[in-house]
């Protein structure tokens, strides 16, 4: 079979096995077995890249270890990075809302000028998560004044960082999630693209982070984005996370997981909040 056919040969149990392991090695992340067919679909593109025919073959490159750059590739490609902006809308308008409550506690207890708010979106992915933050804390200082809260976005993979750094989407990833009006106001094209203006690209830090094994950004956060990226973590990673994020938040944060996560019967470190519902907050301290 030739680079290029619809199909490549089925990968054999000790490729997937070593994929799989190199995977959960590197970010914690695992494949279930009844999701293998993963492996197929997001390493396709390197195999044709390295007119290779089957994943038994790349691991054959990966193992043999004469190409130092071949894991970071396949972690790369398998990291799971789907995204959008603004997605799910009632969490950006709840986070809003957390930011102001942030601010107005930061005002109260400033002794030196005001504090500005601090916010962490682990697990980034692409970009479009912190940049649609960006969007929405810009348009609302333009219009009533409010500051900028600090927004520092991470990610495992170097490659989704490159991205979002560069701030170039396709059409298909500007439609989804974004209005015409934020399109325009934001967004500059180029052939069929859509790229970033540099205003909105630099209201956001990005960073290359292994949330399981690198050390956290410097200082304390108030509200930290982790969202969907729990999900494909072992309990024992899990139990490693937690207590990095829990630490670089203040007393009283705000954590913001996906619709299908929870910390209850996983962590003590966090708990329901009463004030934004969904969210979780570290207990006072």
Not at 50 to 63: A, I
Request: with cysteine; net charge positive.
């Amino acid at each position: 079979m030739t680079p290029g056919s619809a199909a490549f040969p089925p990968a054999s149990q000790t490729a997937i096995s070593v994929l799989t392991a190199l995977l959960e090695a590197r970010t914690g992340q695992q494949i279930a077995a009844y999701r293998s067919w993963r492996l197929d679909t997001a390493l396709k593109p390197l195999l044709r890249d390295r007119n290779l025919d089957t994943l038994d073959q790349l691991v054959t490159q990966l193992l043999e270890g004469n190409d130092r750059l071949i894991g970071d590739r396949i972690v790369d490609a398998l990291v799971n990075q789907e995204t959008s902006f603004f997605r799910d809308a009632q969490v950006f308008e709840m986070l809003a809302e957390a930011v102001a409550v942030a601010e107005a506690g930061a005002e109260a207890g400033a002794e030196n000028g005001r504090r500005r708010v601090r916010i962490w979106c682990a697990g980034c992915s692409t970009g479009q998560e912190p940049l649609s933050l960006a969007m929405l804390f810009a348009d609302r200082h333009e219009a009533t004044g409010a500051p900028m809260p600090e927004i520092v976005a991470t990610d495992v993979s170097d490659a989704a960082i490159a991205r979002a750094r560069s701030g170039r989407f396709s059409q298909f990833e500007i439609q989804r999630g974004l209005p015409m009006r934020r399109m325009v106001r934001w967004f500059d094209t180029t052939g069929s693209d859509w790229i970033a203006k540099p205003d909105l690209l630099k209201r956001v830090v990005f960073r290359r982070m292994n949330l399981m094994a690198d050390p956290s950004p410097v200082g304390q956060f108030d509200i930290v984005l982790c969202r969907n990226v729990l999900l494909y973590l072992s309990a024992t990673t899990k139990e490693q996370v937690f207590p990095k994020i829990a630490a670089s938040l203040k007393s009283g944060g705000v954590l913001v997981m996906g619709a299908g996560e929870t910390v209850i019967g996983q962590t003590r470190l966090f708990e329901p909040s009463k004030r934004f519902r969904g969210f979780y907050e570290t207990p006072a301290r």
